[in-house]
């Protein structure tokens, strides 16, 4: 028996590569400076893994920036307006990504969405009628041949054909299917290339399978394979799926000519069952993803190994693998000192999960039932200490129907808000966080130090909330915030003071691009002791006429950003969280704050892939969540609530039944594209699309601004509509930042006026 994995984390062990872009970003390194570091992070990856005794080393999980992009680039598929921007090939990459403004011209970067159920996000590459799909990069060989020089064979890894096809964003009239023949000659290309230099297997990631599919996507990828496998010759072709089961095409798979196949038995809650019932096609390897590779809690050795018997006695030739890329879980708790054992030898990191698969492999070759290493590991899942809170069952099991429903209506607080607020036309706010410049986080790390005091710490903060109040305030903002100076994380720094949380020192999961983010981990029973916002929001408030905004972050939000538990169910602690945010909303309206804000920024994160689970599995308990943690406030409380970077339109009628007053959603990017769902559906709830991407350094002229403003006025009643960026400008520059402010209040006071509004 064999072990492979389905990808690798890329960031470096202590963000290597996050910090070498980010210099190379504000040119203080050449881009072969650049380049070296990235050699070296996939030198470590691939020496680590081949220590371990890993079978199947992937080759070209690494990017720069997102694998999406990569795969974009390789085929050529480059938006004229890069492209003639005759930069070099590296920074031609990085405007797609971050967008360029310089000396060769300005372009917003390209969409960007969440990774189908992670809290990773993807480019999505654009495709135009004009583009040639052709093998134009060689990224993929390159690597491989960095690690036949290291002496490691690699299985080179590739966003298959079909969830390209899908994931990409049509702008001309062609459809994907116009583009197959083109498709299909280019990843044939592909595979003659990698036969030419020795590659034994070669793997096709095709994770959109997991979806639901129709006749014509099934169709379509056996048209797309049937002519790309014509072409492996003597490599050997992996078709590795991820984050579910493959239901609607199992059998179209196994009749195609791959020698090999990835199902997630993980995330799949069909997998097993479709193994089971329909068997496995000779000639072929089943990679089964045993090991999560989404979760940090150790494998259960006993579940896996009884799984494992059950494939043997079918007779299948199995390989052990990951469920999906460790991508998304930390790499290695070497870098763990802090926490005690008794927690850390319940959790697995990359590098764990590499001894894990090891282990497997030997237990499974013997007769493990004697082995200590499997008994060790059935005690150690029977123990886990300090997890329950006796208080905090009782407490959700006694939530009441009625704790889900605020009164009253939508259409009578809106209109008790309009006379309390007396907000212009298109009132202008930001969505939360401002720039944390190197001081904030000196400040920071110097008090968990220890070499400040708690008031030394406070009266810092305090001085940069003034600061922040006092520049939103000279910008001309409706609606302010404090900026959230005192703030690591939106998720982790209320961990931080809740109850049942554990969290790390240095366990990094990137979230996009040089975004990386430090997931809480929920240990046990959820509780809020003492308020965690109140007295940064009220000083906030004390400095200024203008609502000040208290800002939260969601339950579901917190739970899907944290590395969840998995000995209760989501629901239970999901429920757990909105109880202890909905006493700190119920704290902020006792303290004078009437603006509050409940980030949902991932709510549509763990929506399940598949529709006929999206209530029975999901919605049915999140936006009831959303609901408990504000349903308790008056009416003239105005609660507002702030989504990004996902696919909305088509959970759009949920969204308005969190009964939020006000929801910002990411939507610059997009281009606007949740408009025409936001009016099909009679969207009550009042919204902000944000008119400009803060994930790029460009400052967006007062024109465009306006321009977006009024394709908003379009689709929304001028009564209902913010002005506001598209998420909160934690990672930005002040000048960049001020700037754009200045031109985001000049453009809404202009459209008020051309509105006849009040300036």
Request: hydrophobic share 40%.
């Amino acid at each position: 028996m064999l072990t492979s994995i389905v990808g690798y984390p890329r960031v470096g062990t202590l963000r290597e590569l996050k910090f070498a872009t980010e210099k190379y970003f504000r040119k203080e390194i050449s881009a072969d400076e650049l380049k070296n570091t990235a050699k070296e992070i996939r030198k470590a990856n691939w020496l680590t893994q081949k220590a371990s005794g890993l079978d199947f080393i992937p080759s070209n999980d690494f990017s720069f920036y997102d694998n999406m992009l990569d795969v974009a680039v390789l085929f050529n598929i480059v938006p004229s307006r890069y492209s003639s921007l005759n930069l070099s090939p590296i920074d031609t990459y990085f405007a797609m990504a971050r967008g360029y403004q310089g000396k060769m011209g300005d372009v917003k970067a390209l969409a960007m969405k969440k990774w189908f159920n992670t809290n990773y996000h993807y480019i999505v590459p654009e495709i135009d009628d004009n583009t040639e799909i052709r093998l134009a990069g060689t990224k993929p060989f390159d690597e491989f041949e960095e690690a036949k020089s290291l002496n490691i064979t690699t299985k080179p890894v590739i966003i298959g054909a079909f969830t390209l096809l899908k994931l990409l964003r049509y702008t001309g009239s062609k459809t994907a299917e116009e583009y197959v023949d083109d498709v299909i000659a280019a990843y044939s290309e592909l595979l003659a290339k990698f036969n030419k230099l020795g590659a034994e297997w070669v793997q096709f990631d095709e994770p959109y399978l997991v979806y639901d599919l129709t006749e014509s996507d099934i169709a379509l990828f056996e048209k797309l394979y049937s002519g790309i496998l014509s072409a492996k010759d003597n490599v050997k072709i992996l078709l590795q799926t991820y984050f579910g089961d493959v239901r609607d095409c199992y059998k179209n798979i196994n009749t195609l000519d791959f020698d090999g196949i990835g199902l997630d038995f993980v995330e799949g809650k069909k997998t097993f069952e479709l193994v089971s019932k329909n068997g496995f096609a000779d000639g072929k390897i089943l990679f089964a993803g045993v090991v999560n590779g989404k979760n940090i809690w150790k494998n259960s050795y006993e579940k896996t190994l009884n799984l494992i018997d059950n494939l043997k006695s079918k007779g299948i030739e199995t390989v052990l693998s990951t469920s999906c890329s460790l991508l998304h879980v930390p790499y290695t708790l070497k870098n763990e000192t802090k926490l005690p054992q008794k927690y850390l030898e319940h959790f697995a990191f990359a590098e764990e999960k590499l001894s894990e698969l090891a282990e497997l492999k030997l237990l499974a070759e013997t007769n493990y039932v004697n082995e200590n290493l499997y008994k060790a590991n059935i005690i150690l899942h029977k123990n886990r200490p300090d997890c329950d809170d006796l208080a905090v069952k009782k407490r959700v099991a006694n939530i009441s129907e009625s704790a889900f429903t605020r009164l009253p209506a939508f259409e009578e607080r809106e209109k008790i808000q309009k006379k309390v607020f007396c907000l212009p036309l298109f009132p202008t706010t930001t969505i939360g966080s401002f720039p944390q410049t190197s001081d904030v986080k000196a400040n920071r790390t110097a008090f968990r130090k220890g070499n400040i005091t708690e008031s030394e710490y406070i009266e810092f903060n305090r001085k940069k909330i003034a600061e922040c109040v006092k520049q939103q305030e000279e910008i001309g903002l409706d609606v302010l915030v404090h900026g959230e100076f005192e703030r690591n994380d939106m998720v982790e720094y209320f961990g931080e003071q809740l109850n049942g949380y554990l969290f790390t020192e240095k366990a990094w999961v990137q979230s996009y691009g040089t975004r990386c983010v430090k997931p809480p981990i929920i240990w046990g029973d959820i509780s809020r002791n003492k308020p965690m916002t109140v007295d940064w929001s009220v000083y906030a408030q004390s400095l200024t006429e203008k609502p000040m905004k208290g800002m939260l972050t969601g339950p579901v939000t917190i739970l899907n950003w944290s590395f969840p538990r998995e000995d209760i169910s989501v629901k239970e602690s999901t429920y757990q969280i909105a109880l202890a945010i909905r006493d700190e909303v119920l704290d902020l309206e006792k303290n004078g704050i009437r603006i509050i804000q409940i980030d949902e920024a991932a709510l549509r994160e763990k929506l399940p892939l598949r529709k006929s689970d999206w209530y029975s599995d999901y919605l049915d308990f999140a936006i009831p969540a959303f609901r408990l943690v504000h349903s308790g406030v008056k009416a003239e409380t105005q609660i507002h609530t702030h989504m990004c970077y996902s696919e909305f339109t088509d959970i759009i009628k949920a969204i308005d039944d969190m009964d939020a007053d006000v929801i910002t959603f990411e939507a610059s990017r997009s281009d606007l594209q949740i408009l025409d769902s936001l009016k099909n559906n009679n969207f009550k709830t009042e919204v902000g699309p944000g008119v400009y991407d803060i994930h790029s350094p460009r400052v967006p002229s007062v024109k465009e601004i306006k321009s977006a403003i009024y394709k908003m006025l379009d689709k929304i009643d001028p009564e209902k509509l913010w002005i506001n960026p598209d998420c909160g400008l934690k990672t930005r520059g002040i000048a960049e930042t001020t700037a754009s402010l200045k031109n985001l209040v000049e453009a809404a006071k202009e459209v008020r006026h051309e509105n006849n509004g009040s300036v």
